[in-house]
């Protein structure tokens, strides 16, 4: 799907940084004279923006976890089709805080295992996967604390505790064995540069 240009996705737990090493390694790649899209999921484009709203706002029981499916998936759909196709067709880097891994974690793991519908829907609906995903590496108590942070409105997911995101830390790691060919994992639970340093090094060696 990436033509010229190259798919890259952070995936990790909430906390674990990746919104901001997306942000530096976009800083970093502009400088060395790339044309770069940062973009994230839920959202990217402006119906997927507006679905976020729905899905990270609200009462935590607002949606069934088949119809939560449906909504990440349209808008996945939607900024596949209007933001992340068309500048990866212009040859353009695409970094996305967030792409399909969450799904398969946070939607297949969360209320039971439905990690075969997250799929089915996946195959049907988007069926692709970034070039190189970046897992941030983080435990869950420090990630938490790092989140519970930023106070804001988005917080359906931010209280699901600990032991479910133990278990969705552990989904990260068996996802990157699975996809061994397209995961990075990387220790996030470092200073923010030594983290950035590893991004980078994963990264240039995949760009075209
Ligand atoms: P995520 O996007 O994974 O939820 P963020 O990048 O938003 O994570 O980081 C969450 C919070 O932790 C932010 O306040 C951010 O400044 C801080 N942070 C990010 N990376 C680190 C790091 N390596 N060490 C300490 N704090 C960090
Ligand atoms: P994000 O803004 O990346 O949160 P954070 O910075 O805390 O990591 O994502 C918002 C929340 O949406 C996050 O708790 C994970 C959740 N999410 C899903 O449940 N399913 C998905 O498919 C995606 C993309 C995100």
Not at 87 to 101: H, M, N, Q, T
Request: some cysteine; overall charge negative.
């Amino acid at each position: 799907m990436s033509e010229g240009g190259l798919f890259i996705s952070f995936e990790g737990i909430d906390g674990s940084g990746k919104s901001t090493q997306a942000r530096l390694l976009a800083e970093h790649l502009r400088k060395t004279g790339r044309d770069v899209v940062l973009t994230r999921e839920p959202g990217g484009s402006p119906g997927a923006e507006e679905i976020r709203a729905l899905v990270l706002q609200g009462d935590p029981d607002r949606w069934s976890a088949e119809t939560e499916i449906l909504l990440f998936t349209a808008a996945r759909r939607d900024h596949l089709e209007r933001t992340i196709r068309p500048a990866l067709a212009a040859g353009k880097v695409v970094i996305c805080d967030r792409f399909a891994d969450s799904t398969r974690m946070y939607q297949g793991l969360s209320r039971g295992n439905l990690r075969a519908t997250v799929d089915a829907l996946h195959d049907l609906m988007i069926g692709v996967e970034p070039d190189l995903t970046v897992l941030i590496d983080m435990n869950p108590k420090d990630g938490l604390s790092r989140a519970l942070g930023r106070n804001g409105v988005e917080e359906r997911f931010e209280e699901f505790g600990e032991e479910l995101q133990e278990a969705m830390r552990a989904g990260f790691l068996d996802l990157a064995r699975e996809y061994a060919d397209r995961f990075v994992a990387i220790d996030g639970a470092r200073d923010v540069d030594a983290v950035a340093e590893d991004v980078m090094a994963a990264v240039a060696a995949r760009l075209p």
